[in-house]
């Protein structure tokens, strides 16, 4: 189980800092490096759902940040990145001995070995002229901080419905299932952060109030999105629609979750303790 969860937070660290990367730095490769980051998603889930399966409880925990850097020096960085997560994999191949858990991991390594030779070839077609097209563009401060305290919401919102959707016995429930909270939350999280980018800014993960305080309810959250559908509607209008989207998407899980969402700090207490082995 702590091989399992180990695992679990190295795929979280990759779909972060693969999204961190598709936003910020590659224009030229950022689709392709989304779809490396949904293969990420996708083990993260398989082995969630083996964690469960297993009696134990995944371990989402909110991941470290990444500084943004350059295209080359992002594309260098995923490479290593894969390299750890193969030999980490294998490694763990030979102590688990569950066989339908080898077999996973091992479907698992095929992917990683796939995007390793994905990243390599990007970094040898990277041109030098290719630079971070948000270089010296100024952010624009304050909305680029409304922006940010969203992104924390979205991301916030993402490993709950997660982590409801992975330990919750579901009943039949009509319209949408927290997998499709969850999902609903990182179309969010991704086009506020490509905003951001776009604005100048580089998105970051960080958890608004750390330490596990709450950063407020969903009542804040979409007070938030008007205040920043207004800027846009003097300042960037083609801002307005996705903004519109996003509040109708908001509106509608209020009006059908019944229950309250954890907070942050009670994800973490529940996810410190640990299954055993
Ligand atoms: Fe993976
Ligand atoms: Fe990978
Ligand atoms: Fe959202
Ligand atoms: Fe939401």
């Known amino acids: 189980m702590k091989l399992l969860n180990a695992d679990i937070r190295g795929e979280h660290d990759a779909v972060v800092h693969y999204l961190t990367h598709a ?20 083990h993260l889930k398989w082995l969630a759902h083996t964690v469960v399966s297993l009696r134990g409880i995944p371990d989402l925990s909110p991941r470290e940040v990444i500084p943004a850097c ?18 980490q994999y294998e490694d763990h191949i030979r102590q688990i001995l569950d066989t339908k858990v080898k077999d996973l991991l091992r479907r698992i390594v095929l992917d990683e070995k796939d995007h390793r030779r994905q990243f390599e ?29 969203l992104l924390s919401y979205e991301y916030r919102q993402v490993l709950e419905f997660l982590f409801r ?18 999902i609903e939350e990182m179309k969010h999280l991704g086009w506020v952060a490509e905003s951001l980018a776009a604005l100048g800014s580089t998105p970051s993960w960080q958890l608004a109030g750390n330490n596990g305080t709450v950063i ?51 994800l973490k207490q529940t996810v410190s303790h640990e299954g055993k082995d």
Request: aromatic share 6%; charged share 25%.
């Open 216 to 266: 407020g309810d969903q009542t804040d959250e979409l007070n938030e999105y008007e205040r920043v559908l207004q800027w846009a509607q003097r300042e960037n209008p083609k801002m307005v629609p996705m903004l519109r989207r996003i509040i109708g998407h908001e509106q509608y899980q209020s009006l059908t979750l019944h229950t309250r969402l954890w907070t942050v700090g009670s």
């Open 23 to 42: 936003w910020t730095v590659a224009e030229v490769y950022g689709t392709q490096i989304e779809a490396i980051a949904r293969d990420e998603m996708r």
């Open 70 to 87: 350059d295209l080359e020096t992002a594309v260098t960085q995923d490479i290593a990145a894969e390299n750890e997560a193969i030999a």
């Open 165 to 182: 959707y992975f330990v919750e016995i579901h009943g039949q429930t009509a319209g949408m299932g927290d997998e499709d909270r969850a």
């Open 121 to 149: 070839d990007m970094l040898a077609r990277i041109d030098d002229n290719v630079t971070n097209p948000n270089e010296g563009a100024a952010p624009v401060a304050e909305v680029a901080q409304n922006l940010q305290r």
